[in-house]
T-cell receptor, first 113, second 115 residues
Framework: AQSVTQLGSHVSVSEGALVLLRCNYS??????LFWYVQYPNQGLQLLLK??????LVKGINGFEAEFKKSETSFHLTKPSAHMSDAAEYFC???????????FGKGTTLSVSS | GAVVSQHPSRVICKSGTSVKIECRSL??????MFWYRQFPKQSLMLMAT?????????EQGVEKDKFLINHASLTLSTLTVTSAHPEDSSFYIC???????????FGEGSRLTVL
């Protein structure tokens, strides 16, 4: 069965600092991997996804993530945090098209000025 | 990208009543849709997989008689919370996929408050 572990339920950074949100997955087959962002009382917005091909994936708002099969990781990074990045971030895995996404527990990102 | 719409976005009901939430794929056909539930400050938990023209598949621990799912067409799935109680208050989110990209598109969510 597939699963997702997000290390750190809460990450705090200063504006302009590097953002690193960690995600490890477990899947018996090559996975599809996703990062979503959720603002309070809103739905999910896709930041980026890995399906096949290049392991470094660039997403919206300056975020990127790298799929490392050997480490079963898909960490999310952004070189310079903005105040507007403060939100809840979810890593998710899907083992094949047609199945549901399985989400990690989420990481709350706080950005201070 | 593809659009999935949920209605209503917010609903308040009295304990004991039933509430229906609709999930529509606006510009694509979805043979499968998924329903999630999210408690405050928690992750999304898969409730059930909704299959067009057949019975939904429920996750362990989800009461199928309480959370009725109907997927009558390729663009519409409904979740009915029957005899709602305050503990059913939550954020319900549907999703649907398109093609082989692996991506699922999410509705805006429906916040249910049971008084």
């Amino acid at each position: 069965a597939q699963s997702v572990t997000q290390l750190g339920s809460h990450v705090s950074v200063s504006e302009g600092a590097l953002v690193l949100l960690r995600c490890n997955y477990s899947s018996s087959v090559p996975p599809y991997l996703f990062w979503y962002v959720q603002y309070p009382n809103q739905g999910l917005q896709l930041l980026l996804k890995y399906t096949t091909g290049a392991t470094l994936v660039k997403g919206i708002n300056g975020f990127e993530a790298e799929f490392k099969k050997s480490e079963t990781s898909f960490h999310l990074t952004k070189p310079s945090a903005h105040m507007s990045d403060a939100a809840e971030y979810f890593c998710a895995v899907r083992d094949q098209a047609g199945t549901a996404l399985i989400f990690g527990k989420g990481t709350t990102l706080s950005v201070s000025s | 990208g593809a659009v999935v719409s949920q209605h209503p976005s917010r609903v308040i009901c009295k304990s004991g009543t039933s509430v229906k939430i609709e999930c529509r794929s606006l510009d694509f056909q979805a043979t499968t849709m998924f329903w999630y539930r999210q408690f405050p400050k928690q992750s999304l938990m898969l409730m059930a997989t909704s299959n067009e023209g057949s019975k939904a598949t429920y996750e362990q621990g989800v009461e199928k008689d309480k959370f009725l799912i109907n997927h009558a067409s390729l663009t519409l799935s409904t979740l009915t919370v029957t005899s709602a109680h305050p503990e059913d208050s939550s954020f319900y989110i549907c999703s649907a996929g398109q093609g082989k990209s692996g991506e699922l598109f999410f509705g805006e969510g429906s916040r249910l408050t049971v008084l």
